[in-house]
């Protein structure tokens, strides 16, 4: 190919899947008394079995026992969301509002959590109290993310990926580590999993689901 074709050429990537990653000295105040409240909920309830392989998964009304410290990490959650979304048909009468699940997870090493999406919400976040490497940084116990295109893309030819933006080729799945103090937002259709760590300690996140819920306001006369 010439010189002049190949400055035809160009790649414009389509599709691409939002995740949002937060850090704020809001959320760094929040991990101590929310990690409380967590233990002494784990203490008073058995949890229940949802997407966790092991481990201990809260009931999802953790604003109701964790108090002020869970709607300080919700606002921080939907501010996160809100300011990424672009609202392309506005209606004068309605205002956007959310409805919320949250609760907790804690897995000791070995523990994890199957692959799963979160039908009927919009977005959905997970805020991390603890990785369970004794304030070490984490080596494993990664959240996998993975492709929604998955496995169309990669039924024929597994080993030949396309370029990303970055031009690196684009895998199946992202597995990302998190530090304490992060919030990660992403869509709630995405699936995504976390794998089992290897710590001497438990490691202990906090989800939210938002489900978009509109509110009717009558115009001013």
């Not at 105040?29 to 997407?51: D, M």
């Not at 907790?104 to 919009?122: E, I």
């Amino acid at each position: 190919m010439s010189d002049a074709q190949d400055r035809s050429l160009s790649v414009e990537h389509l599709f691409s899947t939002p995740l949002i990653r937060a850090r704020h000295p809001e959320l760094d105040r929040l991990v101590e008394p929310l990690k409380a409240a967590i233990y002494k909920r784990k203490q008073e309830h058995p949890g229940v079995t949802r997407s966790n392989q092991g481990g201990w998964h809260s009931d999802g009304n953790m604003r109701d026992w964790a108090g002020a410290d869970a709607e300080a990490l919700i606002r921080v959650a939907v501010d996160a969301v809100e300011r990424h979304l672009h609202n392309t048909n506005p209606h004068p009468n309605l205002r956007m509002g959310w409805n919320i699940e949250i609760w907790a997870n804690v897995n000791a090493a070995g523990n994890a959590n199957a692959a799963h999406c979160h039908p009927g919400a919009f977005a959905s976040a997970v805020f991390y109290v603890d990785l369970g490497n004794e304030g070490k940084p984490a080596k494993d116990g990664h959240i996998l993310l993975q492709d929604p295109r998955f496995p169309l893309a990669f039924m024929q030819q597994p080993g030949i990926l396309w370029p990303g933006p970055n031009e690196k080729p684009v895998e199946s799945q992202f597995a990302l580590l998190p530090s304490v103090g992060e919030l990660i937002v992403f869509p709630s259709w995405l699936m995504h999993s976390v794998k089992a760590h290897t710590g001497s300690g438990e490691r202990i996140s906090i989800a939210i689901n938002l489900s978009m819920q509109w509110q009717y306001q009558e115009s001013p006369r």
